[in-house]
Every structure is written in C-alpha cells, then in structure tokens.
C-alpha cells in the first residue's frame, strides 16, 4: 500500500496535466466530491480510451505476455501491483486524492481494482459460508433420505456454484445507501463479459474431471472441496477478464466497476447458498421418487370446512397447513409419493419452512421445470431451472365412477396402486393421502367413497 502510494506519487511528477475533455457533464476526476460515478465510463470514452492506448502501447508494454491489466498497470509505473489474480494481496485501489495523466487513465486503474476487489470479496463470501452450508445440505439429504446410490453431474453442481454470482451482484445492500444499482450494474457487465468470451464461462464451470458424479449422500462432506474448486475456476475467470482487454472492456462497459464498492461482501451464507440447498432438496425428492401434486381450483381450507376427511383450518408462515400448501390463485400442492402413498410430508414439509431451507412455492410451483436439467445462464447469471423434481396435475373428476375411470392425473402415469379397491365386494378405493378432490366427501345417499389404508 504504501509503496504502491509512492509509485503513483513519483508518476505524478511525471503527469501530463492536459485539460480533460468531457463529453457530458458530469464530474469525473477522481477527486470529484460527489464520488466516483458509473456514467463516467461511458462519458470519457474509457472504451475507446483503451482500444486507442492497446494500439500505440500494446507490443513496447508486452500486454501480449502480461495480459491487459498487468501491461497496464506496469506500463504506468505500478509495478509491484498484481490485480489480475484474486488470490493477490497486491492489488489496493488508486487513491483519488493525487492527481492523473487524466481523467480516463485513473478510471482504467479504478476499474482494474474493482473488478480485482469484487471478485475477491465473492470468493472470500464463499469461503465464509461453506461451513454452515455444507451443514444444511447434510440436513436436507438425511430429512429426504434419498437412495444412497443417487448422484448429481459435479456438472450441475458447479453450475448452482457459479450461480452464486448472479445472487452476489443482486444481493441489496452491498452499496451503503444504495439500492442495488451498482450491483444490477455489476451483473450486467459480468454478463457481457460472459457473453462476449465463452472461454469465461468455460472457466468458470470447468469440471476437475469429466462425467464426474457425487452421491447425494457425500455432498454435505464434499461441499467444501467443491467450492475449492469452484473457486480456481473462478481465479481463471477473473484473470480471463483482466487480460483480454475487449473481455474487460464488456465486464466493465455498463459502468458497475467505475463506482466504489465500499463495503464487503460477506453476504450470509444461506443467501449465497440458498439456491444450493433448494437443489440439494430437489434432488433427494427426486431422488425418492417424491412429485409435487397439484389440485387445480381447490383450497385446502375451502375443503376442510366441506369434509372433516382433511384437516387444515389455518396457515402457517410460509403458507401452508399439514402437508397442503395453497398458492395465490387458490391452487393447492402437496408431496406425492407414487410407491408410498399411505403416507403425509407433513414433517418435510414443515421442516423446509422452519428451516429456510427453501420457500414452498419454490418446491411446489415447478411444472416448468420438472425433469428439466439444472444450468448455469450467463444471460441471467442464474439456472434455468433449480428445482427439477416431477410435477403432477391431479385430473379430479365429480364422482366416484368417473374417478375410477379416467386417468388420476392430467400429466403423469397412475400410481401403481390407482383404482385399487377398499375391499373386494365394495366400490369404494383407495386414494393417496395427496388426494383433495370430490370423492373426500360423502355419495349422494350419504356413503363414504375412499379409504386410505386397506
Ligand atoms: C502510450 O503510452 C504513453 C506512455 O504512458 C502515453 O503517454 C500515451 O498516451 C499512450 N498512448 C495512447 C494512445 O494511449
């Protein structure tokens, strides 16, 4: 830090100090009082600024072996800095109180730095959480208890980590008093940077090995080394960006590194990570063969005031009561089990809630997502699709006969056990404990028409 000072003092002396050309009016000296700004990228041409100074300085700077950002900044003088690895302790931002050959030249190194410091920060946030993330995914994985030999792609998996930088760069907050604008920012730029140079992302979910699969069961354990992993590619990345400059040039083209990111990013870790755990849980449900049933049109508290066949009299935070949960349009799901429908998720379903696990329209609402595969979207810096398990539509019919004749659901095979009889010289069947419909209620000639257990 304080030699660092030293080297841009001595250029100092050596700074030309031409007048600025300003496109718009905005401030943008590095000591303007009202800070630095992300419309300045745009309004001192830092783009062309760069493109112009690769052109006559590239080759005498030796950018061809040192990258873009280190060329730079040795170039300039600042030769004990290196800001293209995220794992250097060598990379402190430019003081804005000496003075600059110009203005664009201390947005360049401000820019450095602050790609540099964000994805230092990330990667340090990752580290914090892992711990008590590793710990929730054990806890999901023995709550669902899926068969020991399912497995998860390490692909998929590291595609969920990387997610974590769409969740970082919305994460209110990160900015005192701000309201996430630099963040959003921040995604976009990250996003172009994606977009334009595949060899970014490639980085970023680069496998140790191919086809690997981890078991379910070994993720709790295996989560930190995960992470270790996910975070060398993260470290390929970061300095994937740094070096190309036209890669550094999109990352940084929507303004989001020209602001100060003044506090950390030591985002709590069930943030970071929720999106982990909501894969986790819908991979062991998966897993168990465990859909999520939808009764279309019906309440669960409309239903319990009709028929003391169900219980649900109030909701619970989070929106649900015993193992029913009632969306906004008056929709209500619950887990099903095809090969074990004798029994409620009432305590799955609870726990998820208590524990923050997930919320349930995230477990419940996935029609468009079920049997889907989970991956990275450097569009959006999120997955396509978290939650992948099946999702059943119940095909309710009015009456006990129709029931017993049509399909049981809209868009999935019977259960094994659908149709099955009460009893031999009877009509009455069994239905699952996911079932809400019409039949719950008595005959018109006041006879029960289910049973749930033979
Ligand atoms: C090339 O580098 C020199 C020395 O730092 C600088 O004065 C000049 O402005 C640079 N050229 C361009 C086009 O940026």
Redesign the pocket.
Known sequence: MFLSHLVICFLLSLA?ASPLVRRQNVDCAPDSPTGLKAECWESLGVDK?IQ??M???ATAADCGNLGFAQCYLQ??GLTTLTCDLITSSTCPPPSSSVEY?SNQHFYVLWNIYAVYQFFNQYSQAMSNGVGLAGQTVGKIVSAVAPPVEANEPESALLGVLTSTIGIVSTFAGVIPGGAGTAVNLIAGGISQALEFNKGVSDALLKQTANDRFIQLGDISASLAELVADYQLNLLDAVSKIQRDDATFRAACSTGGFSQRITTSLTIQSNELYRQLQLFVLSSTLRANGIVSAKSTGLSALQVATETDQISCTALSPGGFCNQWWIDNEGNTYSFHNPGDTANTHVALTAMIVDEGWATLDQVFKVEACAGQKTAFDPATLGLGCIATHGFCEWNYQPDLAQTRAQPQFKNCDNDPNWGTLCSSFEERILIPESYLGPILKPDKNGFSQFCKSL
């Open positions: 030309d600024f112009d100074w052109a006559a300085n170039f300039n050959s």
